[in-house]
DNA sequence: GACAATACCAAGCAAGCGCTTGGTTTGTAA
DNA sequence: TTACAAACCAAGCGCTTGCTTGGTATTGTC
């Protein structure tokens, strides 16, 4: 299935919004502000002249400004963790599925859902705890998937460390590529960063 | 030299503030808020009642609140250069160094100045640009230590990935400690930890 | 073509914000 | 004691914020 397929089929059953649709739009402008200026500093008369329409005609989509925040970091993670199940239900081996889930979630982060991930990283503490819950809860899901895959390789030696350690220095590791990788000058593409995350655990490239 | 031996020192040269001192005490407060509800969250009035002083009075010490801000990381990326220059020296073998700079590092980050480091990392984007390349040009001081030694032992072949990845995903591995190491409650103390980061690189603790 | 429901606008309220002001207390040194 | 600066208080100004309100287009349905 390919990524688009699943957008879609997420879409069909509600469980994100059309890009192409109102509230879809606003979403990722709400991303883009959010991760540009950080949530506090973005103000509703800004979210509201992003997608061309009055500040008080937000509230008619969303109840709080805070529910727009919840909104996109509930609909980014299921579109990921969705993305993230099929890349690595494509490979065979440990290693290849560690690899699997170490791209698909660099692709998360620097194509075209990393504004909302971004967000997803920094602006965590703006939620209300019992959103915060809410949001673990479903992080947890693809979480698993990574412990499965560090779990055997942990059995079969190939790694040194504790999964549960390694697998909380990839997430800092990863999303801290936000703030320095720029895919688009030069050098490194997500495959040759990819490559270097393995390299560094140990898995060189090729033979 | 002591770790606080070299706390004084700065003190004496003026490049930090004494945390007794007026001064030093409203910073050391002010890390603590920003990290506990973010920068924008925090008030003027929340930091004044934090020292016991009039809102006011705080625009006595500093001009801003974005000056507070400012010196909360500079004077935290004052004191950290000094004491990973310190563990680093103590070190012999760029291993050793390479520890050395891990083990500072999250003593940074998760020690006495971590709540300073904390909002180093997650505030970042609430300094105006001036402020950021100026706290950029500190940082770069000791961006330099970890470069020399990762790329010494990635001519030794000790080391399979490229030092300027390395080192950004370690920057992002280790400041993401924040959010889940918990020293104080079980199991992994801050050299077990930093024996799980070394031998995530590939350096297995004890022989 | 009637009629809801949906989507939006224009205006503004109440509260909270960073910061200023004018004046008082406290510390220090001759 | 006097002189003076540093440290602080009490009050509040001017602005921005998230959100509400009452009303008007626009859209879909039979």
Chains 1, 2 share one sequence.
Do not use: C
């Amino acid at each position: 299935m390919s990524q688009n397929q699943i957008l879609q089929s997420l879409i069909a059953e509600n469980l994100v919004s059309d890009p192409q649709g109102a509230r879809g739009r606003l979403l990722t402008e709400a991303a883009r502000l959010f991760r540009e200026k950080g949530y506090e500093r973005t103000t509703v008369r800004d979210l509201a002249a992003a997608v061309g329409i009055q500040s008080g005609s937000l509230f008619h989509h969303f109840r709080t400004k805070e529910e727009i925040l919840k909104a996109v970091m509930v609909e980014t993670i299921r579109l990921n963790t969705a993305l993230m199940q099929a890349a690595m239900e494509a490979a065979e081996t440990p290693k290849d599925k560690l690899r699997a889930l170490v791209r698909a979630e660099l692709e998360s982060i620097n194509g075209q859902t990393g504004e909302a991930m971004a967000v997803l990283v920094f602006e965590w503490r703006s939620l209300s705890e019992d959103s915060q819950a809410e949001v673990l809860e479903l992080r947890d899901i693809y979480e698993a998937l990574w412990l499965d895959v560090l779990r055997t390789l942990r059995e079969q030696k190939r790694l040194l460390a504790d999964p549960f350690v390694v697998r909380r220095m990839l997430t800092g590791a990863l999303s801290w590529t936000v703030t320095w990788y720029r895919p688009e000058r030069g050098g490194l593409t997500l495959d040759g960063l990819t490559d270097q995350v393995m390299a560094m655990l140990g898995f060189p490239a090729v033979a």
